[in-house]
């Protein structure tokens, strides 16, 4: 065992056992991060703090909830919602956290694809962010059934049912997810499983892993310009912190997103309060009925985009069926943001405004998933029913495309 | 300045997906509907016009209505009980104490007239269905007759406070018959069974119903439950716009009781995170002052 000199202060006497000076430099004070950035570099310690509340508000949620199909809407409705103190701030906590935090990885993933964040040695981080998105949809998804009102019943029993539809295993697979043949007790009891426990403890280790990710290949920044991190960072503690191109992430980077922070929970909290009703539908204080189907049913609105492109092929294209279509248009939305990386040809690291061809690329991108969330929640009928097959081909194309289209960029960029 | 123009553009592209996924796509799926009546023009059989006179209303009403209404208010008691009641009727007739309060004066003196087309049950109770409202039509009594009733209603009418209290006795009297509200223990006065064969199903309880209908739809929809859903056996109860505010009231009150807590709460919260803010950023702005 090593020789211990007797500790001087509580500081040294944690850094004798447990090295936190270096640990603090290595994590904070000399975590370099670029200078050039705006506040969409603040959306992953937004994302942070979300999943933290979403965390703390479920813990308090999971005390009274009850995961039974006879008590756990009035565990939900009654018991936290109106006899808990504060359980109903608990609760729309929760809800309307895990709605907005959909938008804010939304955003943090759309910032990455415009800044070409995903290539040049930061595949990992690409990947191991869309990990976690599929992870918090699983989250989402398990979560709304739970207080097993009229929409977590039939979005459960739509969504359960889509697996149907792959080929030879299909049936089984539906019954094996359900644990029955409808959804019912065994159903909301393994999803509540899955959101308590399973997802979130993989969640965990995918955002560890996803920061870790950051370390090697460093933050992109503002212009997609390389540097050298250690020259840049000894200019730094030299003392020439005007020039140098990096900032520590304490507490320079953190002090702006801090103030991200508290603009963005001013906005949190007033939907909290006073505008709750588009992460806690009115269709789901009606309990569950089984034998009572809704007039509409949709997903949350972060689903309605991949939604659509499964309903949007209706018909019958060369002897398949429209539903078979769909789901293979659905299967494809569902992995093609992680191929990104591979499919963007094109070596330039730069925002998309300064890409000839990918700057249409992108916007046609939002724009078609913005057509497709819309008409992904109203009812699939008429002109309707071809606006979404309109943009859910529209969907496949461009990611079909975009190989062809950054390609033909390098080879323009080459050029010159 | 160009994160501001950022900022602009999130803002746009995410108000224009919120317009479409909710206030447009919930106007798609539940078209605007005609305003509620709440004078009950549609029904015009009995001229209420003529003033009623109270005296002649309590003779009128002791020979024609007791042997099946109670009306506790007058010393008129149930005859038998709710079980027995229902087994005769289909459903417990409703206790008159409160109907002068509660319901309109031009549907009453409609809905004693001709009780099925004041309600709107016209598609449930006809020839073809072969099916007959409990309660027999009052067409051949003289339009003063009648009006002379709904003055003797009207007299004898309990007043209730305007308190949750209040708001309860007004939601018993026009909802408790058919209706559960089992967030406030209050089970519907007719049994289940019966109701389910007089209403063709079990009517739902009552108790999230603010939150899962909102206040908006209540306010037509208990003015005249065809407008919103056509076909349904739920009879327009001709409830007074006062009486249905106590009754929507009610409903708040019991289905989302911790509103004013939330609204206090917020406001404070929000105050709390605009300082919080705004040190943040005197904050920022000190820090990134030593690295511009």
């Given at each position: 065992?090593?020789?211990?000199?007797?500790?001087d202060?509580?500081?040294?006497w944690f850094?004798?056992r447990?090295g936190?000076?270096n640990f603090?430099?290595v994590?904070?004070?000399e975590?370099?991060?670029?200078k050039?950035?705006?506040?969409?570099?603040?959306?992953?310690?937004?994302?942070t703090?979300l999943?933290?509340?979403?965390?703390?508000?479920?813990?308090f949620?999971?005390?009274?909830?009850?995961?039974d199909?006879?008590?756990?809407?009035?565990?939900v409705n009654?018991?936290i919602m109106?006899?808990?103190?504060?359980?109903w701030l608990?609760?729309?906590?929760?809800?309307?956290?895990a709605?907005?935090?959909?938008?804010?990885i939304?955003i943090?993933?759309?910032?990455?694809i415009y800044?070409?964040?995903?290539k040049?040695?930061?595949?990992?981080?690409?990947?191991s962010?869309?990990?976690?998105?599929?992870?918090f949809?699983?989250?989402?998804?398990?979560?709304?059934?739970l207080?097993?009102g009229?929409m977590?019943?039939?979005a459960?029993?739509?969504?359960t049912?889509i697996?149907g539809?792959?080929?030879?295993?299909?049936?089984?697979?539906?019954v094996?997810?359900r644990?029955n043949?409808?959804?019912?007790?065994?159903?909301l009891?393994?999803?509540?499983?899955?959101?308590v426990?399973?997802?979130?403890?993989?969640i965990?280790?995918?955002i560890?892993?996803?920061?870790?990710?950051?370390?090697?290949p460093?933050?992109n920044?503002?212009k997609?310009?390389f540097?050298?991190?250690?020259?840049?960072?000894?200019k730094?503690?030299?003392?020439?912190?005007k020039?140098?191109?990096?900032?520590p992430f304490?507490p320079?980077f953190l002090s702006k997103?801090?103030?991200?922070?508290?603009?963005?929970l001013?906005?949190?909290?007033?939907?909290?309060?006073?505008h709750?009703?588009?992460?806690?539908?009115?269709?789901?204080?009606?309990?569950?009925?089984?034998?009572?189907?809704?007039a509409h049913i949709?997903?949350?609105?972060?689903?309605?985009?991949?939604?659509?492109?499964?309903?949007?092929?209706f018909f019958?294209?060369a002897?398949?069926?429209?539903?078979?279509?769909?789901?293979?248009?659905f299967g494809f939305?569902n992995?093609?943001?992680l191929?990104?990386p591979w499919l963007?040809?094109?070596?330039?690291?730069?925002?998309?405004?300064?890409?000839?061809?990918?700057?249409?690329?992108?916007w046609?991108l939002?724009?078609?998933?913005?057509?497709?969330?819309?008409?992904?929640?109203?009812?699939?009928?008429?002109?309707?029913?071809?606006?979404?097959?309109g943009a859910?081909?529209t969907f496949?194309?461009l990611?079909?495309?975009?190989p062809?289209?950054?390609?033909?960029?390098?080879?323009?960029?080459g050029?010159? | 300045?160009?994160?501001?123009k950022?900022?602009?553009?999130?803002l746009?592209?995410?108000?224009?997906?919120y317009?479409?996924?909710?206030?447009?796509?919930?106007?798609?799926m539940?078209p605007?509907?005609a305003p509620?009546d709440?004078?009950?023009?549609?029904?015009k059989?009995?001229?209420?016009?003529?003033?009623?006179n109270a005296?002649?209303?309590?003779?009128?009403?002791?020979a024609?209505?007791i042997a099946?209404?109670?009306?506790?208010?007058?010393?008129?008691?149930?005859?038998?009980?709710n079980?027995?009641?229902a087994a005769?009727?289909?459903?417990v007739p409703?206790?008159?104490?409160h109907?002068g309060?509660?319901?309109?004066?031009?549907?009453?003196?409609n809905?004693v007239?001709d009780?099925?087309s004041a309600?709107?049950?016209?598609?449930?109770?006809?020839a073809?269905?072969g099916?007959?409202?409990?309660?027999?039509?009052y067409?051949w009594?003289?339009p003063?007759?009648?009006?002379?009733?709904?003055?003797?209603?009207?007299?004898?009418?309990?007043k209730?406070t305007?308190d949750k209290?209040g708001?309860?006795?007004?939601?018993?009297?026009?909802?408790?018959?058919c209706?559960n509200m089992?967030?406030a223990?209050?089970?519907?006065?007719t049994?289940?069974?019966?109701?389910?064969?007089y209403?063709?199903t079990?009517?739902p309880d009552?108790s999230?119903?603010?939150k899962?209908?909102?206040?908006?739809?209540l306010?037509?929809f208990?003015?005249?439950?065809q407008?919103?859903?056509k076909?349904?056996?739920?009879?327009?109860?001709?409830?007074?716009?006062?009486?249905?505010e106590?009754?929507?009231?009610?409903?708040?009150?019991?289905?989302d009781s911790k509103?004013?807590?939330?609204?206090?709460?917020?406001?404070?919260?929000?105050?709390?995170?605009?300082?919080?803010?705004?040190?943040?950023?005197?904050?920022?702005?000190?820090?990134?002052e030593?690295?511009?």
């Amino acid at each position: 065992m090593a020789k211990f000199k007797k500790a001087d202060s509580m500081l040294e006497w944690f850094d004798q056992r447990l090295g936190v000076v270096n640990f603090a430099k290595v994590m904070m004070t000399e975590y370099w991060i670029p200078k050039n950035i705006n506040f969409l570099w603040a959306m992953g310690v937004l994302l942070t703090m979300l999943f933290t509340m979403l965390l703390v508000s479920g813990i308090f949620l999971l005390m009274y909830y009850k995961p039974d199909v006879n008590m756990a809407f009035d565990s939900v409705n009654y018991t936290i919602m109106q006899e808990v103190a504060y359980g109903w701030l608990f609760r729309h906590i929760h809800a309307v956290g895990a709605s907005v935090v959909f938008l804010i990885i939304y955003i943090h993933m759309f910032t990455g694809i415009y800044y070409g964040s995903y290539k040049k040695g930061r595949e990992m981080i690409w990947i191991s962010g869309m990990l976690l998105f599929m992870l918090f949809s699983a989250e989402g998804f398990s979560g709304y059934m739970l207080p097993w009102g009229q929409m977590s019943y039939w979005a459960a029993y739509v969504i359960t049912e889509i697996f149907g539809g792959i080929p030879f295993i299909g049936d089984d697979l539906v019954v094996w997810i359900r644990g029955n043949f409808y959804v019912a007790d065994a159903t909301l009891t393994r999803f509540f499983m899955l959101h308590v426990l399973l997802i979130p403890l993989a969640i965990l280790g995918a955002i560890v892993f996803h920061f870790y990710s950051l370390r090697f290949p460093h933050v992109n920044n503002e212009k997609g310009e390389f540097f050298d991190y250690e020259v840049e960072a000894e200019k730094y503690l030299a003392g020439d912190k005007k020039h140098s191109k990096v900032i520590p992430f304490w507490p320079v980077f953190l002090s702006k997103d801090v103030f991200v922070m508290g603009v963005f929970l001013i906005f949190f909290f007033y939907l909290v309060f006073f505008h709750y009703d588009f992460a806690m539908d009115p269709i789901n204080f009606d309990k569950a009925n089984g034998l009572k189907t809704p007039a509409h049913i949709y997903p949350e609105w972060y689903f309605l985009w991949s939604y659509e492109v499964l309903r949007g092929w209706f018909f019958e294209i060369a002897g398949i069926s429209g539903k078979s279509l769909g789901l293979m248009a659905f299967g494809f939305a569902n992995v093609i943001f992680l191929l990104i990386p591979w499919l963007d040809r094109s070596p330039t690291v730069k925002p998309a405004n300064q890409r000839p061809f990918f700057k249409y690329w992108f916007w046609i991108l939002m724009a078609d998933l913005m057509v497709l969330t819309e008409f992904g929640k109203l009812p699939p009928t008429g002109p309707n029913a071809w606006v979404g097959f309109g943009a859910s081909l529209t969907f496949l194309v461009l990611f079909l495309s975009l190989p062809f289209i950054t390609k033909m960029e390098a080879k323009k960029a080459g050029r010159k | 300045m160009k994160e501001f123009k950022i900022l602009a553009v999130i803002l746009i592209l995410v108000g224009i997906t919120y317009y479409g996924i909710e206030p447009y796509a919930h106007s798609v799926m539940h078209p605007e509907v005609a305003p509620a009546d709440f004078t009950f023009q549609d029904v015009k059989n009995v001229d209420t016009k003529l003033t009623g006179n109270a005296a002649n209303g309590k003779t009128l009403v002791e020979a024609n209505c007791i042997a099946c209404h109670a009306i506790e208010a007058a010393g008129n008691p149930a005859v038998m009980s709710n079980a027995d009641a229902a087994a005769s009727y289909g459903v417990v007739p409703p206790d008159l104490s409160h109907a002068g309060r509660i319901y309109d004066a031009n549907f009453l003196a409609n809905f004693v007239f001709d009780p099925v087309s004041a309600m709107h049950l016209q598609h449930k109770y006809n020839a073809e269905s072969g099916k007959q409202f409990p309660m027999p039509s009052y067409n051949w009594m003289a339009p003063q007759d009648i009006m002379d009733i709904v003055a003797y209603l009207q007299s004898i009418a309990v007043k209730v406070t305007d308190d949750k209290a209040g708001h309860k006795a007004t939601f018993e009297a026009a909802c408790g018959r058919c209706h559960n509200m089992q967030y406030a223990g209050i089970e519907a006065t007719t049994p289940a069974d019966n109701l389910k064969t007089y209403m063709g199903t079990v009517p739902p309880d009552l108790s999230q119903y603010i939150k899962s209908r909102g206040e908006h739809y209540l306010h037509s929809f208990v003015n005249d439950p065809q407008v919103l859903l056509k076909g349904t056996s739920m009879p327009r109860v001709g409830l007074t716009e006062k009486a249905q505010e106590e009754v929507i009231a009610y409903m708040e009150e019991i289905g989302d009781s911790k509103k004013a807590e939330r609204n206090s709460l917020g406001l404070w919260v929000m105050a709390y995170m605009v300082v919080f803010a705004f040190l943040a950023y005197l904050w920022k702005r000190k820090i990134w002052e030593e690295v511009h």
